[in-house]
């Protein structure tokens, strides 16, 4: 049978070509059969080009139709793609197209010049347009090409994308995922959260990541179900469509910045029945200030770039809000101490994960690639995490970002809750600064509210407040007042430029 993940997603289109697949901002919908006939002519236009089964497809585009369709034509033709995030600058491009060696790169028409430049360099053969209006030489060209195309079988193994990790420290690594890798994920998400005919999934995610790209559209087209395909998130949109709608998926600032809407309420969600939030954090605070407000739980799963989705919380079943829920139906997930035996309820260790989903290793880092998995095949996450007596699944944050002061571990998130529990804060974020005695000192970078509660926070004060709640080690020496937190385009708080910003100021 073939395994390409195209022909899986194809055998669950709706028997009626004219049914709804993306219905964009002025009202236009792309039907499956627009679908299957446009990825068609490009997968033709693909092999026209000369790229073999296997060759890499690279795009740094914005959010379109045509986008979402170029990487479905990729792995119909049985190549590799490579979706990149626009906001990538040279040196990061650079490293991508010298690393992946694409056969082709479709670029924005504003970076033509650059993406030449860089793509002779890599020789990479063939550079095409996309504009952000789903417009340019790339469907120019592949607009006189046949509107049928036989899916080039693969096997469950062969690879399907390279996705390069979000990079938030070092190099930035590009994931192999197979068609079987995401195959697995589309199909146990499908059913774990209860997709169903009639569906319409509120779509405003970006599509060069795990979350938007696979996780909302492959759950979506293997319902063979609608999408509201909007180019980015807006929360007064957002309140437009979400009657209209009965899924959506988001990054915990969407569901944050629904509720800074006053009139948002039971009122727009009538249709929904489900909200799912993942990427980042959720706070227990938006996590009940959402049900208060809507009457809906929020349902948040864990994931990332190398395996998509590995916990849920459940579908049917108490959601637990500050957890992510138990291990996917096929995931084995464990957690680990520093010896390597599992830890005991409530106690901290490292995330490790295997499974059909798990990623097949990072492109040209075979060395690298043996480094992250257990020689009895787990994949180590580098996420720290614990069990509840219910086995409910709570994230602490990365490994990378544990504070290790006079030879103690920190994990900053429960420093950041007992901060975030006080009046006047939004949010905050803890992280280790240089100290000549300790090593790293625990620093509190610290988000007020506008109101007089926040106004009247102050460095000394929040210390003070914490200060009989946290065995001393813990309690942060440093503390810094911002009106926001830096974030990344899926919501991850960017704890290496806080870490970069504070070391080189004075501590205060
Ligand atoms: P990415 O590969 O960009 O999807 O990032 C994956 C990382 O995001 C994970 O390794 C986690 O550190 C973090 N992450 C994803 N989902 C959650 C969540 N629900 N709660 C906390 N962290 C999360």
Redesign the pocket.
Known sequence: MNQNLYALLAAHFPRDPAAPCMILPDGRVWSYGDVERASARMANLIVALGLQPGDRVAAQVEKTPEALVLYLAAIRAGMVFLPLNPAYQRHELEHFLGDATPGLFVCRPQSRALADELAAAAGVSNVLELDDAGRGTLINAATPHADAFATVPRTGADLAAILY??GTTGRSKGAMLSHRNLAHNAQTLHDYWHFQPGDVLLHMLPTF???GLFVACHTTLLNGSAMFFEPKFDAARAMQLLPQSTVMMGVPTFYVRLLHEPSFGREACRNMRLFV??????LKETFDEFKARTGHTIL???????GGMFTSNPYEGERRGGT?GFPLPGTALRIVGAGGTAVKTGEVGSIQVKGENVFVGYWGMPEKTREEFTADGFFM???MGSWDADFYVT?S??SKDLVITGGLNVYPKEIEELIDAMPGVVESAVIGLPHPDFGEAVSAVVVRQKNPAGKALTESGIIAAIKDRLANFKVPKWVYLVDELPRNA?G?VQKNILRQEYSAQKPR
Request: hydrophobic share 25%; proline share 4%; glycine share 14%.
């Open positions: 990790t979000s990541h795990v979350h939030s993942g990427s980042a954090p959720l948040e799963r864990y994931g990332m770039t190398e992510v996450t580098g996420d994230i944050g990365r899926m991850k």
